[in-house]
């Protein structure tokens, strides 16, 4: 007997265990399914099958538990649905997008359960009762089975005799308990078919929702990876965190949007500082590099027998080339930004303000230098410090950035608390020249002897601090001006007013 409808094989349930252990949202699906329903992990293993495999074919109902009947009668509904082959398009062999759309729909059905649409609280416990008689069963013939083992090791001798009355009386009790259970789980699922006739129209109405919430998470993930992820390779259970995260939270769907515009923005008016500039032409050799050939191969081209000699020489990488060499710069000092996150900053201004923090992450990781952003509130709220990309070769930690874009503290303001935090950083590596960056929308007073010290430090290190004023209603330069070397404000939340920001650091 097993808790599993549709036929599986080892890959399935490799590439499954793969995803879920990369995805702590499908951990925590199984997890909170599992408080309501016995062999939750086992349905949501036929909803992963049921999605990636090509054909789908099922367990007879005598070689199931009876107390995984009501996942049956869930998988028939999902499989009755007019929208399921239009999903199965876009999940069929392809394990990311199957194990995204598993998540989001295993997400909406536990929705179900919970609001008990589905099934009642009573019901509930009838199926937990049902799994543990079964238990019982297998247990007494498990202890039957070894009685029979013991009996023929124990053949001719006295023992022989009580043990095999004891093995009659076990398989008695099995056999008894077996029909109790297949009767209970005969009238459970005649009780469950009629659920699912009562409720198919819910289970179609959250199923093309999927439909609906995988086409715009899918887009999104990408939108999202383009932007921030660096075009780094990333574990299987990502691209579904990410999805799930895009799907449930429109804050960061928003963010995305103008991270995407940002980060545009900010590689054009940074273009030349990624190029060669420093390059130079050294020797000429051979090659197939189109880009550097030399003039006299350009010429070849107009001639039809030197054409087809050109197209001979470009396969097997003879044709003749410069080669350039230049020194690669080294990394700067780490960037930190300092975040505002008090109450103020909610709405409009902590998406841009977080869009500009994850821009300027795009620029430091292209800069080979390490990030660090310090989320700020009120003296009592503990900072929110977060490395994001402390990896090789300078990747961006998703999961940091998830940190930081949900997270929130609310509360008053204060400046001291993380800029001391920002100088820890710089001090960890004093031979290299760092820079904060400070983004507020409030006035906040610093003590004097404080900003005394804090300048001294300043100089001592070499940093550079650009503070950027969010002057969206009443506002101060008077705080910042005292430790910015230079202060930018910002009177419109839009990607074009980030030129400034984006060329100083």
């Given at each position: 007997?097993?808790?599993?409808?549709?036929?599986?094989?080892?890959?399935?349930?490799?590439?499954?265990?793969?995803l879920?252990?990369?995805?702590?949202?499908?951990q925590?699906?199984?997890s909170?399914g599992?408080?309501?329903l016995?062999?939750?992990?086992?349905?949501?293993?036929d909803?992963?099958?049921?999605?990636?495999?090509l054909?789908?074919?099922?367990?007879?109902?005598?070689?199931v538990?009876?107390?995984?009947?009501?996942?049956?009668?869930?998988?028939?509904?999902?499989?009755?649905?007019?929208?399921?082959?239009?999903?199965?398009?876009?999940?069929?062999?392809?394990?990311?997008?199957a194990?995204?759309?598993?998540?989001?729909?295993?997400?909406?059905?536990?929705?179900?359960?919970?609001?008990?649409?589905?099934?009642?609280?009573?019901?509930?416990l009838?199926?937990w009762n049902?799994?543990?008689?079964?238990?019982?069963?297998?247990?007494?013939?498990?202890?039957?089975?070894?009685?029979?083992?013991?009996?023929e090791?124990?053949a001719?001798?006295?023992?022989?005799?009580q043990?095999?009355?004891?093995?009659?009386?076990m398989?008695?009790?099995?056999?008894?308990?077996?029909r109790?259970?297949?009767?209970r789980?005969?009238?459970?699922?005649?009780?469950?078919?009629?659920?699912?006739?009562?409720?198919?129209?819910?289970?179609?109405?959250?199923?093309?929702?999927?439909?609906?919430?995988?086409?715009?998470?899918?887009?999104?993930?990408?939108?999202?990876?383009?932007?921030i992820?660096?075009?780094?390779?990333?574990?299987?259970?990502?691209?579904i965190?990410?999805?799930?995260?895009?799907?449930?939270?429109?804050?960061?769907?928003?963010?995305?949007?103008?991270?995407?515009?940002?980060?545009?923005?900010a590689?054009?008016?940074?273009?030349?500082?990624?190029?060669?500039?420093?390059?130079?032409?050294?020797?000429?050799?051979?090659?197939?590099d189109?880009?550097?050939?030399?003039?006299?191969?350009?010429?070849?081209?107009?001639?039809?027998?030197?054409?087809?000699?050109?197209?001979?020489?470009?396969?097997?990488?003879?044709?003749?080339?410069?080669?350039?060499?230049?020194?690669?710069?080294?990394?700067r000092g780490?960037?930190?930004?300092c975040?505002?996150?008090?109450?103020?900053?909610?709405?409009?201004?902590?998406?841009?303000?977080?869009?500009?923090?994850?821009?300027?992450?795009?620029?430091?990781?292209?800069?080979?230098r390490r990030?660090r952003?310090?989320?700020f509130?009120s003296?009592?709220?503990?900072?929110?410090?977060?490395?994001?990309?402390?990896?090789?070769?300078?990747?961006?930690?998703?999961?940091?950035?998830?940190?930081?874009?949900?997270?929130?503290?609310?509360?008053?303001?204060?400046?001291q608390?993380?800029?001391?935090?920002?100088?820890?950083?710089?001090?960890?590596?004093?031979?290299?020249?760092?820079?904060i960056?400070f983004?507020?929308?409030?006035?906040c007073?610093v003590?004097?002897?404080?900003?005394?010290?804090f300048?001294?430090?300043?100089?001592?290190?070499?940093?550079?601090?650009?503070?950027?004023?969010?002057?969206?209603g009443?506002?101060?330069?008077?705080?910042?001006?005292?430790?910015?070397?230079?202060?930018?404000?910002?009177?419109?939340?839009?990607?074009?007013v980030?030129r400034?920001?984006?060329l100083?650091?």
């Open positions: 007997m097993n808790s599993h409808w549709i036929e599986c094989d080892s890959y399935d349930r490799s590439a499954f265990a793969t879920k252990a990369d995805s702590p949202s499908l925590a699906l199984e909170s599992a408080k309501l016995p062999h939750f992990d086992g349905f949501l293993l909803l992963f099958s049921l999605l990636f495999k054909n789908i074919v099922l367990h007879d109902e005598e070689t538990d009876g107390s995984a009947a009501f996942f049956r009668v869930i998988l028939d509904a999902v499989r009755a649905t007019p929208v399921l082959e239009t999903l199965r398009r876009r999940t069929v062999l392809d394990e990311g997008v194990g995204l759309a598993t998540l989001l729909l295993g997400e909406r059905l536990l929705e179900l359960l919970k609001s008990e649409r589905l099934i009642t609280r009573a019901e509930m009838d199926v049902l799994q543990q008689q079964e238990e019982e069963m297998n247990t007494r013939a498990a202890e039957a089975d070894t009685a029979q083992q013991l009996e090791e124990l001719g001798r006295p023992a022989q005799r043990l095999k009355e004891l093995r009659k009386r398989l008695r009790e099995v056999e008894g308990t077996q109790r259970v297949q009767q789980a005969n009238r459970m699922r005649a009780s469950f078919a009629d659920v699912a006739e009562r409720h198919r129209t819910r289970v179609e109405g959250q199923a093309a929702r999927v439909l609906d919430e995988l086409d715009t998470a899918r887009e999104d993930a990408e939108s999202w990876s383009l932007h992820g660096g075009g780094y390779q990333s574990s299987p259970g990502v691209p965190e990410l999805g799930s995260r895009l799907a449930r939270n429109p804050k960061l769907k928003r963010m995305a949007e103008l991270i995407g515009r940002m980060r545009e923005n590689r054009a008016l940074r273009q030349k500082l990624y190029e060669r500039s420093n390059a130079e032409m050294y020797e000429v050799g051979i090659g197939s189109l880009s550097r050939l030399l003039p006299p191969e350009l010429l070849s081209l107009r001639h039809p027998v030197l054409r087809a000699d050109f197209a001979r020489r470009f396969l097997e990488g003879e044709l003749l080339m410069y080669t350039l060499r230049g020194h690669e710069a080294k990394g780490p960037m930190v930004v975040l505002d996150g008090s109450s103020s900053m909610a709405g409009d201004k902590e998406i841009w303000s977080k869009a500009v923090t994850l821009t300027l992450l795009d620029i430091a990781r292209r800069q080979r990030f952003s310090i989320c509130a003296a009592d709220t503990p900072l929110q410090i977060l490395d994001l990309n402390h990896g090789q070769p300078y990747a961006t930690d998703m999961q940091q950035v998830f940190q930081l874009a949900e997270y929130f503290p609310g509360g008053g303001t204060d400046f608390k993380p800029l001391e935090a920002a100088l820890g950083c710089l001090r960890q590596t004093p031979h290299k020249r760092g820079d960056v983004i507020t929308d409030g006035e007073r003590d004097p002897d404080w900003l005394g010290e300048k001294r430090a300043k100089d001592s290190l070499g940093f550079s601090l650009f503070s950027i004023l969010i002057d969206v009443p506002s101060s330069l008077g705080a910042l001006k005292g430790f910015s070397d230079k202060v930018t404000s910002v009177t419109q939340l839009t990607s074009d980030t400034d920001i984006f100083k650091v």
